[in-house]
C-alpha cells in the first residue's frame, strides 16, 4: 500500500520548457488536490478534482493544466515553465466529503532556470 | 491580508519543553481546525483536527480553539527530538466541499 506516489522527485527546467508532474494514489479516494508551497508562502492549492472527470480552478491556478486521467492518476502540466513556477510541488487525496484529511505525497522539487 | 496567518518561527526548544504553537484567522466562517505536521523533505500529515470551539487531545498534543479571538493553539507536551518539524495550522469552512486554507507553517526544532 504505497499511498500517494509523485513522480519525478526531482527536476530541473529552462525557461519555456515544458513538463507533466504525474501523482497517482491507491486508497480509491475520489478527491485529489495539487498544491505548491514556497518558503514564507504555506501550501496553495493550485487545481483539485472533486471526482474522476471533474478539476476545478485553486487559488493559483495560472500556468497550469491538470487532467484526472482515472480515478487513481491526476497529472499536472506546465506548457511554458516560468522561474516563478520554482517550487515544491504536492499531490493529496482524500475521501469524498472528507477534505480535513488529506494524504500527501513526498513532493516533487521543481527548478526553472 | 491572509485568511490564516501563522509565525513561521523558527522555534527551538530542549527536549522535555511544553511548545505552544499558535494561528490567527480572519474568516469567522471556519469551522473545522486542523494541525499538519511537515517532516524535512516529506509531505505534510494529519496530526489532529477540532470541530468549532474547544478542546481536543491526543496524548501528548492538544489543539485549541477560540473562535471569539479567532485563535487556534497546538500544544506539545513532553516535547522530543522526534516532534522537530514543520507544523501547519489548516482551516476549512462549514461546507464538506470546502477548500482547506493553510498557514505558512512554524519550523520546530527539540534539542537533546
Known amino acids: 500500500n504505497a499511498g500517494v506516489t509523485q513522480t519525478p522527485k526531482f527536476q530541473v527546467l529552462k525557461t519555456g520548457q515544458s513538463m507533466t508532474l504525474q501523482c497517482a494514489q491507491d486508497?480509491?479516494?475520489?478527491?485529489m488536490y495539487w498544491y505548491r508551497q514556497d518558503p514564507g508562502m504555506g501550501l496553495r492549492l493550485i487545481y483539485y478534482?472533486?471526482?474522476?472527470?471533474?478539476?476545478d480552478k485553486g487559488e493559483v491556478p495560472n500556468g497550469y493544466n491538470v487532467s484526472r486521467l482515472n480515478k487513481r492518476e491526476f497529472s499536472l502540466r506546465l506548457e511554458s515553465a516560468a522561474p516563478s513556477q520554482t517550487s515544491v510541488y504536492f499531490c493529496?487525496?482524500?475521501?469524498?466529503?472528507?477534505?480535513?484529511?488529506?494524504?500527501f505525497g513526498p513532493g516533487t522539487r521543481l527548478l526553472v532556470l | 491580508q491572509k485568511e490564516v496567518e501563522q509565525d513561521p518561527g523558527p522555534l527551538s526548544v530542549p527536549e522535555g519543553a511544553i511548545v505552544s504553537l499558535n494561528c490567527t484567522y480572519s474568516?469567522?466562517?471556519?469551522?473545522?481546525f486542523m494541525w499538519y505536521r511537515q517532516y524535512s523533505r516529506k509531505g505534510p500529515e494529519l496530526l489532529m483536527y477540532?470541530?468549532?470551539?474547544g478542546n481536543k487531545e491526543d496524548g501528548r498534543f492538544t489543539a485549541q480553539v477560540d473562535k471569539s479571538s479567532k485563535y487556534i493553539s497546538l500544544f506539545i507536551r513532553d516535547s522530543q527530538p522526534s516532534d522537530s518539524a514543520t507544523y501547519l495550522c489548516?482551516?476549512?469552512?462549514?461546507?464538506?466541499?470546502?477548500?482547506?486554507?493553510f498557514g505558512r507553517g512554524t519550523q520546530l526544532t527539540v534539542w537533546p
Open positions: 493529496a487525496s482524500s475521501e469524498t466529503g472528507n477534505q480535513k484529511t488529506q494524504y
Open positions: 486508497m480509491n479516494h475520489n478527491s
Open positions: 478534482s472533486a471526482s474522476e472527470g471533474t478539476t
Open positions: 474568516n469567522s466562517a471556519f469551522q473545522y
Open positions: 477540532t470541530y468549532s470551539s
Open positions: 489548516a482551516m476549512q469552512r462549514g461546507s464538506t466541499l470546502g477548500r482547506l486554507y
